[in-house]
């Protein structure tokens, strides 16, 4: 029997234990989504609270979808970030005003919106970033190329995750598939590359096709958390997407999974997978709240993309979701 407790006005059910890489979960150890209402179509979801308590839930679509919750459960669409367009990356995105994987944060009193430009299966790719001090529809202002690549690169500049170690110091993790997820420092005047240096934090052999994409990073009681997605996703119902976890006490890695197997050499703990009629979870990002960590991501249902958010407990020291 599945247990269900109301927390924060969502529902929540209890977790189970979670499992590597190589010895995927039985469905039933996995909770449902909590539940939310309205505008809740959502794909590759990121979400920040503001200081007045409103949440804004950014995601991909026409020049990056925005919607907001007062409660974290009802969602209704504000707009778009750039409604009028996004010129500047048609030359990634082949004309079209369609942007992916939004990552937002708050810093020195302005919101940083880091967001990728390109087409399916292409490495000609780039990563923008844009300001604002509302986090408003419209209240955007493009602040340019962070980083890009071209189909001879040996990886792919999309999914971008800005995050701030515990001394302070600036980092961008993003990447996907070919040679795995990639990590450079940022400069925290500029919201740019600070230097030339790359480090590269994890990769899927071949054998199971380059599948990794979505990097997040936390920081949490010594570690840093680096959560992915494995395998494959925007294939609706036949999505197999599934979010994976690593660890590590220094940002730049080495990250190991719980059974102390590198990420970069194809390691990762499972966090969350398919199971009943929730299909191809993945795309997690993460938010502290007044009640602990939140993870949102999207999965699929036989009617398209939605939106899961679910609380995050950790068990001897490693993420699972109720």
């Known amino acids: 029997m599945r247990i269900r407790r109301r927390v ?6 209890a977790a189970l234990a979670i499992t590597t890489a190589q010895a995927p979960a039985a469905a039933a150890e996995y909770p449902y989504p909590g539940a939310v209402t309205g505008d809740v179509a959502v794909h590759d979801p990121a979400m920040v609270k503001a200081a007045d308590g409103t949440y804004f839930l950014f995601s991909t679509g026409n020049g990056i979808e925005i919607r907001t919750s007062t409660d974290r459960t009802a969602f209704r669409r504000a707009g778009a970030a750039f409604p009028n367009g996004a010129s500047w990356a048609h030359s990634f995105t082949g004309g079209s005003d369609n942007l992916w994987a939004p990552d937002i944060s708050f810093h020195n009193g302005r919101y940083y919106l880091y967001y990728s430009a390109s087409t399916f299966g292409s490495r000609n790719s780039a990563i923008f970033l844009a300001t604002s001090t509302t986090a408003q529809p419209g209240s955007w202002t493009n602040q340019g190329v962070v980083v890009q690549t071209s189909n001879s690169s040996d990886h792919n500049a ?10 302070g110091a600036w980092w961008l993790t993003y990447g996907s598939f070919w040679t795995g997820i990639k990590m450079v420092r940022i400069n925290s005047s500029t919201g740019k590359p600070a230097d030339s240096t790359r480090y590269s934090l994890a990769q899927r052999p071949s054998s199971a096709g380059g599948a990794i994409e979505a990097p997040y990073i936390i920081y949490r009681s010594g570690y840093y958390y680096l959560f992915v997605s494995f395998d494959y996703c925007c294939r609706g119902t036949s999505s197999t997407y599934r979010v994976m976890v690593g660890r590590s006490t220094s940002i730049t890695g080495p990250y190991t999974d719980r059974g102390g197997v590198r990420l970069t050499s194809g390691g990762g703990t499972e966090v969350l997978a398919t199971h009943g009629s929730i299909y191809g979870p993945g795309h997690a990002a993460l938010l502290p709240d007044s009640d602990g960590w939140l993870m949102a991501y999207h999965y699929y249902t036989s009617s398209g993309s939605r939106l899961g958010v679910n609380l995050v407990g950790w068990s001897g020291g490693w993420p699972a979701l109720y």
């Open 158 to 167: 999309i999914d971008p995750n800005l995050v701030v170690d515990q001394s």
């Open 8 to 13: 924060s006005g969502i529902f929540l059910a």
